[in-house]
């Protein structure tokens, strides 16, 4: 069955800093992996996914994400963080199931960018 | 403008009245899904469609029920809301049957007293 853990509930990280957060998930067969933003009182939107293409995938905002098959791992990354990036992130996983494709989403992480 | 709506925003009920949060979509999605988000637990989901007709259950289906009549639309039932079903409920849809983006509707604050 398929998981998706995601280390630290927070992040705080300085403007300017490097932004990592961590997604490792496990699945039975190749999946379908992405990274969610949700600003406050907003619905979810999709910042970057991985469909097999390529290993590294750069998204929206500067953000990029590196999938790596043996550590089961797809972090988030951006160079540099920005004060508009202060919000919950999300790793999901979809994968096909009995009825078509499941998803299966980490309990997120909040950013926090200080001054 | 390619929207996913959900109605109502915020509905405050008590225990066991029966209540339907509705979704539609405009964007001529296949896919639609319903997940509730819980501090700490992250998003959930609760039922898929892949087609019209075509639904199956997601992690946490208990208490729930949906339909889907048409493309546009899946309703979420509860026919007997209880508190543990307080929760921010999401309505999403996608185009590759849930392997690609899934679009996010607004969500709906439910509070069960």
Redesign the interface.
Same mark, same amino acid.
């Given at each position: 069955a398929q998981s998706?853990t995601?280390l630290g /509930?927070h992040v705080s990280v300085s403007e300017g800093a490097l932004v990592l957060l961590r997604c490792n998930y496990s699945s039975s067969v190749p999946p379908?992996l992405?990274w969610?933003v949700q600003y406050p009182n907003?619905?979810?939107?999709?910042l970057l996914?991985y469909?097999s293409a390529a290993t590294l995938v750069k998204g929206i905002n500067g953000f990029e994400a590196e999938f790596k098959k043996s550590e089961t791992s797809f972090h988030l990354t951006k160079p540099s963080a920005h004060m508009s990036d202060a919000a919950e992130y999300?790793c999901?996983v /979809?994968e096909?199931?009995? $009825? $078509?494709?499941?998803?299966?989403?980490?309990? $997120?992480t909040r950013l926090f960018v200080k001054a | 403008e390619a929207q !996913?709506t959900q109605n109502p925003r915020y509905l405050i009920t008590v225990t066991g009245k029966k209540l339907t949060v509705t979704c539609s979509q405009n964007m001529n999605h296949e +896919?639609m899904?319903w +997940?509730r988000q819980d501090p @700490?637990? @992250?998003?959930?989901?609760i039922y +898929?469609s892949?087609n019209v007709e !075509?639904? %199956?259950? &997601? %992690?946490v289906p208990e208490g729930y029920k949906v339909s889907r009549k048409e493309k546009r639309n899946f309703p979420l039932i509860l026919e007997s809301p209880s508190p543990n079903q307080t929760s921010l409920y999401?309505c999403?849809t996608g185009l590759s &049957? &849930?392997?690609?983006?899934?679009f996010?509707?607004?969500?709906t604050r439910l509070t069960v007293l």
């Open positions: 998706v995601q /509930s379908y992405f969610y907003q619905g979810l939107q999709l996914k469909t999300f999901a /979809s096909r199931d009995t $009825g $078509g494709f499941k998803t299966i989403f980490g309990a $997120g | !996913v +896919y899904s +997940y @700490g637990l @992250g998003l959930r989901q +898929y892949m !075509v639904t %199956d259950k &997601g %992690d999401f999403a &049957g &849930g392997a690609g983006e899934q996010f509707g607004p969500g």
